[in-house]
C-alpha cells in the first residue's frame, strides 16, 4: 500500500499554510495553529522518497503525552488533539534555534568526537570516552533553525552576540531545557529506557516563554534499552536503541548523509515495514499503550470534519 505523505487540508478561518520536512503548520486566525504530523520522514535534512504508515500519528501521540507531563514545568502551546495525527494549538513567535541536549555521546556529537573535535557547540566534551558513553552531565548544544538545508551547530555565547536569543531569554531556554530533560529522562526510566539526547523549541506568546512543537519522540529523541546498557558499553557492542537514528546509519552504510550528488538507497516495502514497526514498537515502550493501526487508515475528509468540529469550540 501507498502510503500518502500530503497534507493538503483546508480548516475554518484558515490564514497560512507552512510545509516543513514532516509536520505541516496551518495558521487559523490569529491566535491559534493546527499542526498536521505527516507520514514523511526525513533524515539529515532531506525528506525521504517513501512515507511510513501511522508515523504521523505516532509522532503526534506521543509529543501530546509528553507536553501534558510537562506543563507544570514549562508552559507550552498545546491545546488537543482532535485527530490522531493533528494538533491544535497557540500561535507563538518562534525563536531561531533548537534546544538540543544530550545525555551521552551519541549521533552527530559522537561523529564529531571521532574527528578528534574535543567541543561542540562551545562546550568542552571529556578525552577518553567511548561511543554511547554518558557525559558526566548532560550538555546543551543548540543549533540554528534554518528555513532550508541542514540546520548548524551554534555556541551559546554566538548566539547572544549575533540577537538570535536575548540573554535573559536563552537563559530561560536553558533552565527550561534541563528540567524538561530530567522529566523525560524518569519517564523514559520508568519504562526502562534511556532518553540518550533530544531536542526542544520554544518561542514567545504575550512576552512568555512557551515550548512549541513535538517533545520526546522518536524524529526528536534518541532512546537506548536500559536493560543491558551497561553490558553492552563493557564489551563494545552496539546499544539496543530506539529512535531514527538506525534510519541515519542505514543511510550512512549505502552511501549517503544528504551530501550534493549522493543518492538516497532504495526504500523497499520490507524497508519501509520495518521502520514503521521500530516506530510502532517506540510508541508501545514509551506510552505503555498498544498502538491502534486503525489510525493509520484515517481519511483526509475525517480529519478535516474532526479539526473543524473542535476547531468551532474556541
Same mark, same amino acid.
Given at each position: ?5 500530503? &497534507?493538503?487540508?483546508?480548516? /475554518?478561518? @484558515? ?27 526525513? !533524515?539529515?535534512?532531506?525528506?525521504? /522518497?517513501?512515507?511510513?504508515?501511522? $508515523? ?8 501530546? $503525552?509528553?507536553?501534558? !507531563? &510537562?506543563?507544570?514545568?514549562? /508552559? ?7 485527530? /490522531? ?16 541536549? =544530550? ?43 534554518? #528555513? ?22 536563552? &537563559? ?49 529523541? =534518541? ?15 552496539? @546499544? ?40 510502532? #514498537? ?7 499503550? &498498544? ?17 473543524? #468540529? ?5
Amino acid at each position: 500500500m501507498e502510503v500518502s505523505t500530503q &497534507t493538503e487540508y483546508s480548516f /475554518p478561518n @484558515q490564514t497560512s499554510v507552512y510545509h516543513g520536512k514532516v509536520r505541516d503548520v496551518y495558521g487559523i486566525g490569529n491566535d491559534h495553529l493546527v499542526l498536521v504530523a505527516s507520514n514523511r520522514i526525513s !533524515a539529515f535534512d532531506v525528506i525521504l /522518497p517513501k512515507g511510513i504508515p501511522g $508515523k504521523g500519528a505516532i509522532l503526534n501521540l506521543i509529543a501530546a $503525552k509528553f507536553l501534558k !507531563a &510537562t506543563a507544570d514545568i514549562c /508552559p507550552n502551546w498545546l491545546v488537543d488533539t482532535p485527530a /490522531p495525527n493533528v494538533a491544535v494549538g497557540h500561535r507563538c513567535e518562534p525563536f531561531r534555534v533548537e534546544m538540543v541536549i =544530550r545525555g551521552y555521546l551519541t549521533g552527530h556529537a559522537w561523529r564529531e568526537y571521532r574527528l578528534g573535535k574535543r567541543v561542540l557547540c562551545g562546550v568542552p566534551m571529556p578525552d577518553g570516552m567511548k561511543e554511547h558513553d554518558q557525559f558526566p552531565e548532560p550538555i546543551i548544544t543548540p543549533a540554528t533553525k534554518a #528555513e532550508e538545508g541542514h540546520d548548524e551547530d551554534i555556541s551559546r555565547e554566538e548566539i547572544i552576540a549575533l540577537g538570535i536569543v536575548p540573554e535573559h531569554y536563552y &537563559t530561560q531556554l536553558e533552565d527550561y531545557t534541563r528540567m524538561l530533560f530530567q522529566r523525560g529522562t524518569e519517564m523514559a526510566a520508568e519504562k526502562g529506557l534511556i532518553l540518550v539526547d533530544t531536542k526542544y523549541e520554544f518561542g514567545l506568546k504575550d512576552g512568555d516563554v512557551m515550548l512549541m512543537d513535538e517533545i520526546h519522540t522518536p524524529d526528536s529523541s =534518541r532512546y537506548f534499552y536500559a536493560d543491558g546498557y551497561e553490558e553492552r558499553q563493557g564489551k563494545g557492542e552496539a @546499544q539496543k536503541q530506539l529512535s531514527k537514528e538506525f534510519v541515519r546509519e542505514w543511510l550512512i552504510e549505502n552511501g549517503f548523509q544528504g551530501k550534493d550528488g549522493e543518492q538516497v538507497p532504495e526504500m523497499t516495502p520490507d524497508r519501509v515495514e520495518m521502520i514503521a514497526s521500530r516506530y510502532r #514498537e517506540l510508541y508501545e515502550k514509551i506510552t505503555g499503550e &498498544t498502538f491502534d493501526r486503525s489510525v493509520e487508515s484515517i481519511n483526509k475528509e475525517e480529519i478535516e470534519q474532526k479539526t473543524a #468540529e473542535f476547531l468551532a469550540t474556541l
